[in-house]
Structure formats: C-alpha cells, structure tokens
C-alpha cells in the first residue's frame, strides 16, 4: 500500500523559510515521479515541481526561482522548500508520487504564513 505523509507545516513569519517533507511507504527510487502541489483557500490546486526517475527536475515557471525540490532515496523522503514565504504562500501543500501512470498522494499540510 502507498502512503504519503507530509511534515513539517504550520504557522511561520513572512520573510521566514519553509521546508516541508514526505515520508513514503515505499522505495521512491522505483517510482516514476515525486512531486508537491499546493492549494490556496479557494484556489485550484496548482503544481509547484516534480522529480522524475532520472533525478529531471522540472519546476512551473511561475514556481522557478522560489522553490527548490529535493529526494533522499536511501530514506524515501522528499522535500520541498521555500526562502522568504509571502503570504500568498499560505496554502495546503500536497506530496505526490506516478506509479505506472497512477496518482498517490498524502493528505496534505497547512502551511500558514503571518505578517
């Protein structure tokens, strides 16, 4: 079973860093691609970057520069963070993994920046 568990959330300053984990159930180094999404409180879920098995990181253009991803495969865990949070930063982050084509996720982590 594939479980996916975010940490490393909750209530930082603006101008504060942030660095969110996932911890899995399984070997990432198997998996197609790991990556983090983020949803705003009455936003779409939008993507952030991905790694894919190749260690090929691609980031959404309007992320680059503001995040940086990163993967630990000997601990199947991968990070996300972000230097000088805004409060536009403030969203639920989402870890995912591809498996042949399939979506996992975990639940998600709030992460609330305040001025």
């Known amino acids: 079973q594939v479980q996916l568990v975010e940490s490393g959330g909750g209530v930082v300053q603006a101008g504060e860093s942030l660095r969110v984990s996932c911890s899995t159930s399984?070997?990432?180094?198997?998996?197609?691609?790991v990556g983090w999404y983020r949803q705003a409180p009455g936003a779409q879920r939008e993507l952030i970057a991905t790694?894919?098995?190749?260690?090929?990181?691609n980031y959404v253009p309007s992320m680059e520069g503001r995040f940086s991803v990163s993967k630990d495969d000997d601990k199947n865990t991968f990070t996300l963070q972000r230097i000088g949070l805004k409060p536009e930063d403030t969203a639920a982050y989402l870890c995912?993994?591809?498996?042949?084509?399939?979506?996992?996720w975990g639940r998600g982590i709030q992460v609330t920046v305040a001025t």
């Open positions: 399984i070997s990432i180094s198997s998996v197609d691609v």
């Open positions: 995912f993994v591809i498996i042949n084509g399939a979506y996992y």
């Open positions: 790694i894919a098995r190749g260690e090929e990181t």
